[in-house]
């Protein structure tokens, strides 16, 4: 079956514009994470959705960040006067949901965003 | 301090040769915990998944936990060209959704 699909996989914008990113999880999967993979820094937890739950946003790094997830599948992360500090590569995982943690996540192959 | 400490490397190792991949981490609640795989740009692949202290082996592949000092390992048998990739240790708690924290991997080459 499909695994995780992300677009676009590269964009480049000038700093101060607004971007727009795009996950789609597999289907039947009812969380959804964002991560963020910058050089040297691993991968930083951003944003969590599951099923009709109020988010966990603990992990945005400022309040230009912003993500939802409509209808329970796809979700769009929106970065606003985007600052070259925030290239990097989003990557976005989806899983089934367990309570108490040790799902697997699986990933889709990123959007590499470059601020210029 | 990070919470997971991983040496980014890289590596260097001939074909065939026994590589040993490292993590240390200070959250004691940390339960799951994971070895992802990630190619030149693509996302991370799961693994090797190990719940609480213990050994698990699959194939050319051992994950160790030693939650006693925080620490966990994996190592790769008879290494490959093709396991030339970047790996990562991941982990989480049990009282949350599986928000996983990320070392920042480990590059390794292996050469023919």
């Known amino acids: 079956g499909a695994g995780v699909s992300q677009s676009p996989s590269n964009k480049v914008t000038e700093k101060g514009k607004d971007v727009e990113l795009r996950c789609d999880p597999i289907s039947g999967h009812t969380a959804l994470y964002w991560y963020r993979q910058s050089l040297g820094q691993g991968l930083e937890f951003l944003i969590y959705f599951q099923g009709n739950s109020a988010p966990d946003k603990s992990g945005l790094p400022s309040d230009r960040f912003s993500a939802e997830r409509t209808g329970g599948s796809v979700s769009t992360l929106t970065i606003q006067r985007t600052q070259q500090e925030d290239s990097a590569v989003y990557l976005c995982a989806s899983s089934y949901y367990l309570a108490g943690g040790g799902n697997e996540q699986f990933f889709g192959p990123g959007t590499r965003l470059t601020v210029l | 301090q990070k919470e997971v400490e991983q040496d980014p490397g890289p590596l260097s190792v001939p074909e065939g040769a026994i590589v040993s991949l490292n993590c240390t981490y200070s959250n004691s609640a940390f339960q799951y915990f994971m070895w992802y795989r990630q190619y030149s740009r693509k996302g991370p692949e799961l693994l090797m998944y190990?719940?609480?202290?213990g050994n698990k082996e699959d194939g050319r592949f051992t994950a160790q936990v030693d939650k006693s000092s925080k620490y966990i390992s994996l190592f790769i048998r008879d290494s490959q060209p093709s396991d030339s990739a970047t790996y990562l240790c991941?982990?989480?708690?049990?009282?949350?959704?599986?928000?996983?924290?990320f070392g920042q991997g480990t590059i390794l080459t292996v050469h023919p």
């Open positions: 190990t719940y609480s202290s």
């Open positions: 991941a982990m989480s708690d049990s009282t949350s959704y599986g928000k996983l924290t």
